[in-house]
């Protein structure tokens, strides 16, 4: 809740640069590249997919005067079918803080901007993390077993000061190795996150999420590109994407392509195993990939592929793009960024998605995705969009804001998308 003192604090910088530090980055990445194209599903929140799997006809010579072929072939057809998955959000903000405002026209209108800035921040973090996940909204994906209240994650997480999460177990997603635990710090640097308490019988592939949103019964997330951008079924809490089984023969064509090292622990990234990926993309998709997507850290080694590929044809250490380094003023940061970099191969943008998950590429063609949702584009208060009180009574001296958004994320082609797994990020 936001007490009198937090709004008095905010009201300090009404007459100066508002300079707010936080402690993880403001990028959304994958929301603003996914989120230009939006459509509304109409009928109950309901999308259908429907899939051509096989032609009609034959076709075949014969002997002049010669016998007709009495075979026939039908042509078969299957429907993805998805609903879209409901969200809510809520904050409350006290009566005196509230009146205290109210004093001023400008002091509430400043109050009410903080409030729905930082909801937003919030909400838009986790949004992100829904579209990058695996299905589970997965915040942060644990490297390996860490009971203790400061525990490391593979990638950079994406939660940020105050969120209240569960750490849920890999193995059953249902057991919750840390229940309802504040977020109270995050290292960038070194990866990790400390917890309002010590995590109990956790192991690698242990997973963070919003407090009590993944059971067995059910996941209450979005897919994300982790979930379509594979050839296998998502794990059982999420179930098989559309009602499709990837597993069963004539489905391959609702997976997506993936390039792994079989188990066998990460490997150099080379050129020829990015034009592999390319390559699927364009056997079974029949398609282009618009769009790669990568961590920082593998970033800087395609940067060293770039780097050892200019001294071998020029024979000189000479500049990637105008001086040692990166041009780092093409680097795109900040909350409204795609992650635009320097860099392309096969001339194709690479973005820089802080967030992405550790040893892997993704490479897409934007067009084959859109995020569906309801009457409402984005989150927005139900007072909005019922015509309703903005404000809601609480047991306590309080008024409760609820936000309330219908969503999920679509592909029509899986079969148009690739991932390069174990991939060296040292």
Same mark, same amino acid.
């Given at each position: 809740?936001?007490?009198?003192?937090?709004?008095?604090?905010?009201?300090?910088?009404?007459?100066?640069?508002?300079?707010?530090?936080?402690?993880?980055? &403001?990028? +959304?990445?994958?929301?603003?590249?996914? #989120?230009?194209?939006?459509?509304?599903?109409?009928?109950?929140?309901?999308? +259908?997919?429907?899939?051509?799997?096989?032609?009609?006809?034959?076709?075949?010579?014969?002997?002049?005067?010669?016998?007709?072929?009495?075979?026939?072939?039908?042509? $078969?057809?299957? !429907?993805?079918?998805?609903?879209?998955?409901?969200?809510?959000?809520?904050?409350?903000?006290?009566?005196?803080?509230?009146?205290?405002?109210?004093?001023?026209?400008?002091?509430?209108?400043?109050?009410?901007?903080?409030?729905?800035?930082?909801?937003?921040?919030?909400?838009?973090?986790?949004?992100?993390?829904?579209?990058?996940?695996?299905?589970? *909204?997965?915040?942060?994906?644990? $490297?390996?077993?860490?009971?203790?209240?400061?525990?490391?994650?593979?990638?950079?997480?994406?939660?940020?000061?105050?969120?209240?999460?569960?750490?849920?177990?890999? $193995?059953?997603?249902?057991?919750?190795?840390?229940?309802?635990?504040?977020?109270? %710090?995050?290292?960038?640097?070194?990866?990790?996150?400390?917890?309002?308490?010590?995590?109990?019988?956790?192991?690698?592939?242990?997973?963070?999420?919003?407090?009590? #949103?993944?059971?067995?019964?059910?996941?209450?997330?979005?897919?994300?590109?982790?979930?379509?951008?594979?050839? %296998?079924?998502?794990?059982?809490?999420?179930?098989? +994407?559309?009602?499709?089984?990837?597993?069963?023969?004539?489905?391959?064509?609702?997976?997506?392509?993936?390039?792994?090292?079989?188990?066998?622990?990460?490997?150099?990234?080379?050129?020829?195993?990015?034009?592999?990926?390319?390559?699927?993309?364009?056997?079974?998709?029949?398609?282009?990939? #618009?769009?790669?997507?990568?961590?920082?850290?593998?970033?800087?080694?395609?940067? !060293?592929?770039?780097?050892?590929?200019?001294?071998? #044809?020029?024979?000189?250490?000479?500049?990637?793009?105008?001086?040692?380094?990166?041009?780092? $003023?093409?680097?795109?940061?900040?909350?409204?960024?795609?992650? &635009?970099?320097?860099?392309?191969?096969?001339?194709?943008? /690479?973005?820089?998605?802080?967030?992405?998950? %550790?040893?892997?590429?993704? *490479?897409?063609?934007?067009?084959?995705?859109?995020?569906?949702?309801?009457?409402?584009?984005?989150?927005?208060?139900?007072?909005? +969009?019922?015509?309703?009180?903005?404000?809601?009574?609480?047991?306590?001296?309080?008024?409760?804001?609820?936000?309330? /958004?219908?969503?999920?994320?679509?592909?029509?082609?899986?079969?148009?998308?690739?991932? /390069?797994?174990?991939?060296?990020?040292?």
């Amino acid at each position: 809740m936001a007490a009198t003192t937090d709004i008095t604090e905010a009201l300090k910088y009404t007459y100066a640069k508002q300079r707010l530090s936080r402690v993880a980055s &403001e990028e +959304i990445v994958t929301w603003n590249i996914i #989120s230009k194209k939006k459509e509304q599903v109409g009928g109950r929140g309901q999308w +259908i997919l429907p899939f051509q799997t096989r032609n009609t006809g034959i076709f075949r010579g014969h002997a002049q005067s010669g016998a007709l072929s009495t075979t026939r072939a039908q042509p $078969s057809t299957t !429907e993805a079918t998805f609903a879209l998955q409901e969200f809510h959000g809520i904050y409350d903000v006290s009566w005196k803080s509230l009146q205290d405002a109210s004093k001023s026209e400008f002091a509430m209108e400043k109050m009410l901007d903080f409030m729905d800035d930082s909801m937003r921040r919030r909400v838009f973090r986790l949004l992100n993390a829904e579209l990058l996940g695996f299905g589970k *909204g997965e915040l942060g994906i644990m $490297s390996a077993a860490d009971d203790e209240a400061t525990v490391s994650f593979r990638g950079l997480p994406m939660v940020d000061e105050g969120m209240v999460v569960d750490v849920m177990d890999l $193995s059953d997603d249902n057991t919750k190795v840390g229940d309802s635990l504040t977020v109270t %710090a995050i290292d960038v640097q070194n990866r990790t996150v400390t917890f309002s308490g010590a995590l109990s019988g956790s192991a690698a592939g242990d997973y963070i999420t919003a407090e009590d #949103s993944v059971s067995s019964a059910a996941s209450l997330h979005t897919l994300g590109l982790g979930t379509w951008i594979d050839n %296998a079924n998502p794990d059982s809490a999420v179930g098989n +994407i559309g009602g499709i089984n990837r597993s069963t023969a004539g489905n391959e064509f609702f997976q997506g392509n993936v390039l792994s090292n079989s188990g066998n622990g990460n490997r150099p990234l080379t050129e020829d195993l990015l034009l592999q990926g390319f390559d699927l993309v364009r056997e079974r998709g029949g398609s282009r990939i #618009s769009d790669l997507m990568s961590n920082l850290k593998i970033m800087r080694r395609y940067h !060293e592929m770039l780097r050892a590929e200019t001294i071998a #044809s020029l024979g000189s250490v000479t500049t990637v793009s105008g001086g040692l380094g990166r041009p780092e $003023s093409r680097m795109r940061s900040g909350a409204k960024s795609t992650g &635009e970099t320097p860099y392309k191969f096969s001339d194709v943008p /690479w973005h820089a998605e802080t967030f992405h998950d %550790a040893n892997r590429i993704i *490479g897409f063609n934007r067009e084959n995705f859109l995020i569906g949702h309801g009457d409402n584009e984005l989150p927005q208060p139900i007072g909005e +969009i019922f015509n309703l009180d903005l404000l809601k009574r609480t047991s306590n001296a309080t008024f409760d804001i609820d936000h309330y /958004w219908q969503g999920e994320l679509l592909c029509d082609k899986p079969s148009a998308t690739v991932k /390069w797994e174990e991939i060296s990020e040292t």
